[in-house]
């Protein structure tokens, strides 16, 4: 019986396809976008400019633990922005414990109240999410509140929260459904009391004591903001952190944490999460390095174990769009194109492509481009900047040492290092010990730079200036000839001149 629907459904959507080719009948829209996170909203914008008729097919699922928002994607609602927020939350909070230095009269110690940031935050969001329908609505893009799936290469099924079925055809369709975060569902009572970013940033009271399992860039960033409202927070990490960043920078990051306050569980794996009566969460983990097992309580338990591409319900298979088996994600090729013609894929949800905002919506607007606008250039998704915003900033561009060596040889390449002292730490006695930079290059003729590193304040701002040049293929002689701005961080980057190799102490001395 299975079998034979399979087989109805399928001679469904071809006879679709041939009453429409038949009756001569014209698609609706020139490009429909499924998902209205910032890809897929720059795409339908950017080819609206061009006259074109575009429709925006958004839907959100709530979380298990009932989460949801508005139109806007995961960066607007519970990612970029809300975090960094609740970043700057947390350095104003750093900021008072300065103050005295600096002369002002602060009782301390100070509180911080959850209810009324993440109001503030909630609001600002929800403003975001208006903006957004209003920027369609002004642009001419049709906008459903709809789960799409896939009929036929050209049809789309829409079905409202409701149950309410609208059909959409296009002549061509970007998948811009993003991800959302995994759940460890082989650890017994991780789906049923744990949360994830999808949650957190929409809690209403503080989440208290908190565990948060992982240690990618959305774990740490979060545990950096909740040390820094004054949470007794706690980051579990079964191996490195920050995967894929350089691990040099990534270990100076936690050793940063640790001293700010954030515990570390290293090694370590949680088996089951259990509801006390105290409603508080009892956790038991297993020590690899110690073989032993422990427990803990906490208010709230967070998982950070990876996202997952948001693909389940497209119906992908019944159009032939080919994804990876083991991600899940989407396979394009240079121009987002997947395996069906006039179907393609942007951001996140793409096989082999940054997991950042920027790079999406460069992606969705260079392809309206090339659909409707007579342009050929393809999205350059090397040396593409980036930051984690924990408590002391990580900015870098380019390749790691790690990768560096890798591609070229450790021979081949110079690493230029500082340890520095932020101006404003100087007066506050603040310490200075994980401020440090390192530039990556190459080491013969031009000295060409292949990655820039920073930690410390502002990385992203640092880092985003520095770029640009390092796109435009920047040589270290080049950088050295830059001046730099007195007195700011910035600046030690064009002072870089100790070298890894030489062995000489990296630390900056003078003003």
């Given at each position: 019986?299975?079998?034979l629907?399979?087989?109805?459904?399928?001679?469904?959507?071809?006879?679709?396809?041939?009453?429409?080719?038949?009756?001569?009948?014209?698609?609706?829209?020139?490009?429909l976008?499924?998902?209205?996170?910032?890809?897929g909203?720059a795409?339908?914008?950017?080819?609206a400019?061009?006259?074109?008729?575009?429709?925006?097919?958004d839907?959100?699922?709530?979380?298990?633990?009932?989460?949801?928002?508005?139109?806007?994607?995961?960066?607007?609602?519970?990612?970029?922005?809300?975090?960094?927020?609740?970043?700057?939350?947390a350095?104003?909070?750093?900021?008072?414990?300065?103050?005295?230095?600096?002369?002002?009269?602060?009782?301390?110690?100070?509180?911080?109240?959850?209810?009324?940031?993440?109001?503030?935050?909630?609001?600002?969001?929800?403003s975001?999410?208006?903006?957004?329908r209003?920027?369609?609505?002004?642009?001419?893009?049709?906008?459903?509140?709809?789960?799409?799936?896939?009929?036929?290469?050209?049809?789309?099924?829409?079905?409202?929260?409701?149950?309410?079925?609208?059909?959409?055809?296009?002549?061509?369709?970007?998948?811009?459904?993003?991800?959302?975060?995994k759940?460890?569902?082989?650890?017994?009572?991780?789906?049923?009391?744990?949360?994830?970013?999808?949650?957190?940033?929409?809690?209403?009271?503080?989440?208290?004591?908190?565990?948060?399992?992982?240690?990618?860039?959305?774990?740490?960033?979060?545990?950096?903001?909740?040390?820094?409202?004054?949470?007794?927070?706690?980051?579990?990490?079964?191996?490195?952190?920050?995967?894929?960043?350089?691990?040099?920078?990534?270990?100076?990051?936690?050793?940063?944490?640790?001293?700010?306050?954030?515990?570390?569980?290293?090694?370590?794996f949680?088996?089951?999460?259990?509801?006390?009566?105290?409603?508080?969460?009892?956790?038991?983990?297993?020590n690899?390095?110690?073989?032993?097992?422990?427990?803990?309580s906490?208010?709230?338990?967070?998982?950070?174990?990876?996202?997952?591409?948001?693909?389940?319900?497209?119906?992908?298979?019944?159009?032939?769009?080919?994804?990876?088996?083991?991600?899940?994600?989407i396979?394009?090729d240079a121009?987002?194109?997947?395996?069906?013609?006039h179907?393609?894929?942007?951001?996140?949800?793409?096989?082999?492509?940054?997991?950042?905002?920027?790079?999406?919506i460069?992606?969705?607007?260079?392809?309206?481009?090339?659909?409707f606008?007579?342009?050929?250039?393809l999205?350059?998704?090397?040396s593409?900047?980036?930051?984690?915003?924990?408590?002391?900033e990580?900015?870098?561009?380019?390749?790691?040492?790690?990768a560096?060596?890798?591609?070229?040889?450790?021979?081949n390449?110079?690493?230029?290092?500082?340890?520095?002292?932020?101006?404003?730490?100087?007066?506050?006695?603040?310490?200075?010990?994980?401020?440090?930079?390192?530039?990556?290059?190459l080491?013969?003729?031009?000295?060409?730079?292949?990655?820039?590193?920073?930690?410390?304040?502002?990385?992203?701002?640092?880092?985003q200036?520095?770029a640009?040049?390092?796109?435009?293929?920047?040589t270290?002689?080049?950088?050295?000839?830059?001046?730099g701005?007195?007195?700011?961080?910035?600046?030690?980057?064009?002072?870089?001149?100790?070298?890894?190799?030489?062995?000489?102490?990296?630390?900056?001395?003078?003003?």
């Amino acid at each position: 019986m299975a079998a034979l629907r399979r087989a109805r459904r399928g001679a469904g959507s071809g006879l679709c396809r041939t009453l429409r080719a038949l009756s001569g009948k014209k698609n609706e829209y020139d490009l429909l976008v499924i998902g209205g996170g910032s890809g897929g909203l720059a795409c339908a914008k950017e080819a609206a400019q061009f006259g074109r008729k575009v429709a925006v097919l958004d839907y959100v699922d709530p979380s298990p633990q009932g989460t949801t928002w508005g139109l806007g994607g995961t960066c607007v609602n519970v990612g970029c922005i809300p975090k960094k927020l609740m970043h700057q939350a947390a350095l104003l909070g750093s900021a008072l414990k300065d103050a005295h230095h600096y002369g002002w009269n602060i009782a301390q110690p100070v509180h911080h109240t959850w209810s009324v940031m993440a109001q503030a935050v909630q609001n600002y969001v929800k403003s975001l999410n208006w903006g957004h329908r209003v920027q369609l609505q002004d642009k001419k893009v049709k906008y459903f509140n709809m789960k799409g799936s896939f009929s036929d290469p050209h049809t789309v099924r829409g079905l409202t929260k409701a149950g309410k079925e609208t059909i959409v055809t296009a002549d061509n369709i970007v998948i811009a459904t993003g991800g959302r975060p995994k759940y460890p569902t082989h650890i017994a009572g991780a789906l049923q009391y744990g949360i994830t970013s999808d949650d957190l940033f929409w809690l209403k009271e503080s989440p208290g004591k908190t565990l948060i399992v992982g240690a990618s860039y959305v774990s740490l960033e979060c545990a950096g903001f909740l040390t820094g409202i004054g949470l007794d927070t706690a980051v579990m990490m079964r191996s490195i952190p920050l995967r894929g960043f350089d691990q040099q920078m990534a270990s100076l990051v936690t050793e940063h944490m640790e001293s700010y306050g954030t515990k570390f569980l290293k090694r370590c794996f949680p088996t089951k999460v259990e509801k006390l009566e105290s409603n508080r969460l009892q956790v038991t983990w297993k020590n690899t390095d110690l073989g032993t097992e422990e427990t803990d309580s906490f208010d709230t338990v967070m998982w950070a174990v990876g996202r997952a591409p948001d693909t389940k319900t497209l119906n992908l298979e019944t159009v032939g769009v080919k994804t990876n088996s083991e991600t899940g994600k989407i396979i394009v090729d240079a121009s987002e194109a997947t395996s069906v013609p006039h179907i393609y894929a942007i951001g996140d949800i793409t096989e082999g492509r940054p997991e950042l905002t920027p790079t999406a919506i460069a992606a969705g607007k260079l392809l309206a481009q090339r659909l409707f606008g007579q342009s050929s250039e393809l999205m350059d998704y090397d040396s593409v900047p980036t930051t984690v915003f924990t408590p002391l900033e990580y900015g870098c561009v380019g390749l790691s040492e790690e990768a560096a060596v890798q591609c070229h040889g450790s021979d081949n390449i110079e690493v230029f290092h500082a340890y520095y002292k932020p101006l404003e730490f100087t007066v506050a006695e603040r310490d200075a010990t994980q401020c440090y930079m390192k530039m990556v290059c190459l080491r013969e003729r031009e000295q060409r730079i292949l990655g820039l590193h920073f930690i410390g304040p502002n990385a992203g701002e640092v880092i985003q200036g520095f770029a640009l040049g390092i796109k435009c293929g920047a040589t270290y002689p080049q950088l050295m000839k830059t001046v730099g701005i007195h007195p700011t961080c910035a600046e030690e980057v064009t002072k870089l001149h100790i070298t890894k190799r030489s062995g000489l102490d990296a630390t900056v001395t003078g003003c």
